[in-house]
Nanobody, 118 residues
Framework: QVQLVESGGGLVLPGGSLRLSCVASESIANANAVGWYRQAPGKQREMVADMTRYGSIVYADSVKGRFTISRDNAKNTVFLQMDNLKPEDTAVYYC????????????WGQGTQVTVSS
């Protein structure tokens, strides 16, 4: 079982920045996709940013131009740089990885809380 551990969340003022990290317990170099999702209270979990193994990236419209997903395969780590944060970005952010072993498996981290408030 692949373990994903997020970190970097916290309380930030509107307009501020945070950088989230997700460390995987094994290689993500050949993962079909890695990404970030978020869930706010009373809302469904939504995709924030997703990157395939081929380098294509999809961002939610609400975060385009503000968030950047990246990865460091040598460190088995996925990052989410979040700039110009807005109160509506407040949510628990989850790391996601889709990795083919015997079949395509989806893994989730436990999440890290991001709160954007004055």
């Amino acid at each position: 079982q692949v373990q994903l551990v997020e970190s970097g969340g916290g309380l930030v003022l509107p307009g501020g920045s945070l950088r989230l990290s997700c460390v995987a317990s094994e290689s993500i170099a050949n993962a079909n996709a890695v990404g970030w999702y978020r869930q706010a209270p009373g809302k469904q979990r939504e995709m924030v940013a997703d990157m395939t193994r081929y380098g294509s990236i999809v961002y939610a419209d609400s975060v385009k131009g503000r968030f950047t997903i990246s990865r460091d395969n040598a460190k088995n780590t996925v990052f989410l740089q979040m700039d110009n944060l807005k109160p509506e970005d407040t949510a628990v952010y989850y790391c996601n990885a889709k990795i083919f072993k015997m079949s395509l498996e989806t893994y989730w981290g436990q999440g890290t809380q991001v709160t954007v408030s004055s």
